[in-house]
């Protein structure tokens, strides 16, 4: 316990605190499972059944019936405690809405689990095996009952399942706590993600959401008709494999077929061969290869099968928004996952995915006009949106990182490095076009530039040759020009190895990075330290170590990300952790987006500092509210916060623009 109080001591948080549990009604029809906590709470079949606490002041726990909770609720100084919770998308919402009382500090133990390792299971139930704890119970006796329907033993059985959580809620927080790295930072961040959640500022356009989801459905009609099929046609795997086949047949091809346990006898019948079905997953490179077929029936078939995949489920988010809002009488809340990626990064929540709201793409459901509608659900009622994003920020820091100092430098002083890099590819001048150009000028400074960017931002991380020819044929733009043989792979590989050969410092940051990583994975007693070129040694760095098998990287920030399980083969070499194959691209991509995600991180609270709500980030991307009428003066405010950093982000070449609009865009 005295370990725990000095970090939140340290971190300026008050060192008494209180774990919480409520215990509510729920039955098959209704609970947590089917819906979200704003529905279910603000639902009229909701009870609170009692409330478990452990409290540090008393070093003890115990367990309220439903009588007895409002009063313990108000008797609390809950600006003068450190709520600690299971999940803070729940018991703290229960306290706003049907007490009253949202506490100033609230740490979820569920956030301190994500930032050890975001993709392992954060359930009480998962983690209390994860850390040798007792056996958490289960609800299933309790299901269906009101407080009133109890018996005494019922209600005695609820309280000792209750007492059992708020134990392991206590010892998993004891456990989690030392681990957050950067405590100071990470505990006001996650508590800045919940109070978003719990205090919602945006409001949702309910006519818009009528009018999306009805073109929606239009569209995925329109789609199945352009191939002659109905929608349950386009989506049946046997209708469709058929109708693919007459098209690939009709070009001399076959469907891509992959091992299949049960494929049906229909199915075996139609691919002619057993133990086999088609290989149409959006994993399956056949499947990707046909999505950029030559053949536009190909083409076409491949669209809807998409269109019919994926549309209906961001139908289904407009429809899980509407319900939402409608249960926040109109204002929709901002429900992101802290730490939702190894990086660090924030996830989209409540499956509504607000972090990918009108996803932009080069194909498919991301490139049709009505998903950028989807943003515009998001309104700030009477207010504005203050919308700024932090100019391509993964390049800027990689430059940095890497030492490219030509490139640190284009940035810095604002040269086009676009037009720079196109220009070298092409030999001629390359410049980003104005509407005083020539048609046909502006076309082809347009194609060139853009080939210049696609390498700049797509290609630091070791993207090859065969996946960049894959992304310009998935361009519907691009593809004409592959097909027409004016582009080809030799093109492409050239523009490759021009990138590496120019800014040969990335490419050696790759080198650097895995050699290291590799030695105190190899060599648990090694150390190694990376410090940022042009930093002085008490300046920007990265620190490698390797802690029982688990390679740690500190950041400048001083925040930690963690492999698990680090291994290296015997025979290939290949390099690996707990999630998958590791090199000196991913290790770089991993840390470039660490470092992006901790300015956004400085970035929020600063902005929060400054008098500006920020109500919603994405990526590199961060939305304040406030009054019209202060809304220039305030954009101005933002963009120099988001241009400049902390101390130890010093020489990065930082960019941002943004935007004053009544609905949310890009």
Same mark, same amino acid.
């Given at each position: 316990?005295?370990?725990?109080?000095?970090?939140?001591?340290?971190?300026?948080?008050?060192?008494?605190?209180?774990?919480?549990?409520?215990?509510?009604?729920?039955?098959?029809?209704?609970?947590?499972?089917?819906?979200?906590?704003?529905?279910?709470?603000?639902?009229?079949?909701?009870?609170?059944?009692?409330?478990?606490?452990?409290?540090?002041?008393?070093?003890?726990?115990?367990?309220?019936?439903?009588?007895?909770?409002?009063?313990?609720?108000?008797?609390?100084?809950?600006?003068?405690?450190?709520?600690?919770?299971?999940?803070?998308?729940?018991?703290?919402?229960?306290?706003?809405?049907?007490?009253?009382?949202?506490?100033?500090?609230?740490?979820?133990?569920?956030?301190?689990?994500?930032?050890?390792?975001?993709?392992?299971?954060?359930?009480?139930?998962?983690?209390?095996?994860?850390?040798?704890?007792?056996?958490?119970?289960?609800?299933?006796?309790?299901?269906?009952?009101?407080?009133?329907?109890?018996?005494?033993?019922?209600?005695?059985?609820?309280?000792?399942?209750?007492?059992?959580?708020?134990?392991?809620?206590?010892?998993?927080?004891?456990?989690?706590?030392?681990?957050?790295?950067?405590?100071?930072?990470?505990?006001?961040?996650?508590?800045?993600?919940?109070?978003?959640?719990?205090?919602?500022?945006?409001?949702?356009?309910?006519?818009?959401?009528?009018?999306?989801?009805?073109?929606?459905?239009?569209?995925?009609?329109?789609?199945?008709?352009?191939?002659?099929?109905?929608?349950?046609?386009?989506?049946?795997?046997?209708?469709?494999?058929?109708?693919?086949?007459?098209?690939?047949?009709?070009?001399?091809?076959?469907?891509?077929?992959?091992?299949?346990?049960?494929?049906?006898?229909?199915?075996?019948?139609?691919?002619?061969?057993?133990?086999?079905?088609?290989?149409?997953?959006?994993?399956?490179?056949?499947?990707?290869?046909?999505?950029?077929?030559?053949?536009?029936?190909?083409?076409?078939?491949?669209?809807?099968?998409?269109?019919?995949?994926?549309?209906?489920?961001?139908?289904?988010?407009?429809?899980?928004?509407?319900?939402?809002?409608?249960?926040?009488?109109?204002?929709?809340?901002?429900?992101?996952?802290?730490?939702?990626?190894?990086?660090?990064?924030?996830?989209?929540?409540?499956?509504?995915?607000?972090?990918?709201?009108?996803?932009?793409?080069?194909?498919?459901?991301?490139?049709?006009?009505?998903?950028?509608?989807?943003?515009?659900?998001?309104?700030?009622?009477?207010?504005?949106?203050?919308?700024?994003?932090?100019?391509?920020?993964?390049?800027?820091?990689?430059?940095?990182?890497?030492?490219?100092?030509?490139?640190?430098?284009?940035?810095?002083?604002?040269?086009?490095?676009?037009?720079?890099?196109?220009?070298?590819?092409?030999?001629?001048?390359?410049?980003?076009?104005?509407?005083?150009?020539?048609?046909?000028?502006?076309?082809?400074?347009?194609?060139?530039?853009?080939?210049?960017?696609?390498?700049?931002?797509?290609?630091?991380?070791?993207?090859?040759?065969?996946?960049?020819?894959?992304?310009?044929?998935?361009?519907?733009?691009?593809?004409?020009?592959?097909?027409?043989?004016?582009?080809?792979?030799?093109?492409?590989?050239?523009?490759?190895?021009?990138?590496?050969?120019?800014?040969?410092?990335?490419?050696?940051?790759?080198?650097?990075?895995?050699?290291?990583?590799?030695?105190?994975?190899?060599?648990?007693?090694?150390?190694?330290?990376?410090?940022?070129?042009?930093?002085?040694?008490?300046?920007?760095?990265?620190? $490698? /170590?390797?802690?029982?098998? #688990?390679? %740690? *990287?500190?950041?400048?920030?001083? &925040?930690? !990300?963690?492999?698990?399980?680090?291994?290296?083969?015997?025979?290939?070499?290949?390099?690996?952790?707990?999630?998958?194959? $590791? /090199?000196?691209?991913?290790? #770089?991509? %991993? *840390?470039?987006?660490?470092?992006? &995600?901790? !300015?956004?991180?400085?970035?929020?609270?600063?902005?929060?500092?400054?008098?500006?709500?920020?109500?919603?980030?994405?990526?590199?991307?961060?939305?304040?509210?406030?009054?019209?009428?202060?809304?220039?003066?305030?954009?101005?405010?933002?963009?120099?916060?988001?241009?400049?950093?902390?101390?130890?982000?010093?020489?990065?070449?930082?960019?941002?623009?943004?935007?004053?609009?009544?609905?949310?865009?890009?």
């Amino acid at each position: 316990m005295q370990k725990v109080k000095k970090i939140l001591q340290l971190a300026g948080w008050p060192t008494s605190y209180i774990v919480l549990d409520f215990e509510t009604y729920y039955d098959k029809e209704y609970s947590l499972t089917s819906t979200n906590a704003w529905e279910y709470i603000a639902d009229e079949r909701f009870e609170v059944l009692g409330l478990g606490f452990w409290d540090s002041g008393v070093s003890d726990c115990g367990y309220l019936e439903q009588p007895n909770v409002r009063k313990y609720i108000e008797s609390q100084d809950w600006d003068n405690v450190t709520a600690v919770v299971q999940n803070a998308q729940f018991d703290p919402l229960i306290m706003k809405l049907k007490y009253g009382v949202i506490p100033k500090y609230i740490i979820d133990i569920k956030h301190l689990a994500a930032h050890r390792d975001s993709r392992m299971s954060h359930r009480l139930k998962d983690l209390a095996e994860r850390f040798g704890l007792q056996a958490k119970g289960d609800t299933v006796d309790f299901m269906g009952l009101r407080y009133k329907d109890m018996t005494d033993e019922q209600r005695q059985a609820i309280a000792e399942y209750c007492l059992n959580d708020i134990d392991l809620e206590r010892k998993l927080f004891e456990i989690l706590l030392p681990k957050l790295t950067n405590p100071a930072l990470e505990l006001t961040v996650a508590m800045h993600t919940t109070q978003m959640y719990l205090t919602p500022r945006m409001s949702f356009d309910f006519e818009l959401a009528d009018e999306l989801e009805s073109a929606m459905q239009g569209f995925i009609g329109e789609a199945c008709a352009k191939v002659g099929m109905t929608k349950d046609e386009v989506s049946g795997d046997l209708s469709f494999t058929a109708a693919l086949k007459a098209a690939l047949e009709a070009v001399g091809e076959s469907v891509p077929v992959k091992p299949h346990k049960r494929p049906g006898k229909n199915m075996t019948a139609l691919l002619g061969r057993p133990g086999v079905g088609p290989a149409l997953a959006k994993t399956d490179e056949e499947s990707q290869k046909l999505e950029v077929h030559f053949d536009p029936r190909v083409r076409a078939l491949m669209y809807a099968r998409k269109v019919v995949g994926s549309w209906p489920n961001h139908i289904s988010r407009i429809q899980k928004m509407r319900r939402i809002a409608k249960a926040c009488k109109g204002t929709l809340p901002t429900i992101l996952n802290y730490y939702g990626s190894h990086t660090g990064r924030w996830s989209g929540g409540g499956k509504i995915n607000q972090q990918n709201l009108g996803a932009r793409g080069r194909s498919g459901s991301g490139s049709h006009p009505l998903m950028g509608k989807m943003r515009e659900l998001l309104t700030a009622g009477e207010d504005v949106f203050l919308i700024c994003d932090s100019a391509q920020i993964e390049a800027r820091i990689l430059a940095w990182l890497a030492g490219a100092t030509d490139l640190v430098e284009g940035f810095a002083q604002g040269r086009d490095v676009y037009s720079q890099f196109a220009s070298k590819l092409f030999q001629a001048k390359v410049y980003k076009p104005s509407d005083r150009d020539p048609a046909p000028i502006k076309k082809l400074m347009s194609l060139r530039r853009g080939f210049g960017k696609d390498a700049i931002l797509g290609c630091g991380y070791g993207m090859g040759p065969t996946k960049f020819f894959m992304r310009c044929r998935e361009n519907p733009d691009l593809r004409p020009l592959f097909d027409s043989g004016q582009y080809d792979f030799s093109f492409v590989d050239g523009l490759i190895k021009l990138y590496r050969y120019t800014h040969a410092a990335i490419p050696n940051f790759w080198q650097t990075i895995e050699r290291m990583f590799r030695i105190v994975a190899q060599f648990p007693s090694e150390k190694y330290q990376y410090n940022v070129p042009g930093a002085p040694m008490s300046g920007a760095a990265l620190t $490698l /170590w390797n802690c029982r098998g #688990t390679v %740690n *990287i500190q950041l400048p920030s001083s &925040r930690v !990300l963690f492999y698990p399980h680090v291994s290296i083969a015997k025979g290939d070499g290949r390099l690996r952790y707990h999630h998958g194959d $590791l /090199w000196g691209g991913t290790l #770089t991509e %991993n *840390i470039v987006q660490a470092i992006a &995600r901790d !300015l956004l991180a400085y970035w929020i609270l600063e902005c929060e500092k400054a008098g500006l709500p920020v109500v919603l980030h994405v990526h590199d991307e961060i939305v304040c509210i406030c009054s019209e009428h202060l809304a220039k003066d305030n954009l101005e405010v933002m963009l120099s916060i988001m241009e400049s950093g902390p101390g130890w982000a010093a020489g990065i070449p930082l960019a941002a623009e943004g935007c004053i609009s009544k609905t949310y865009k890009k």
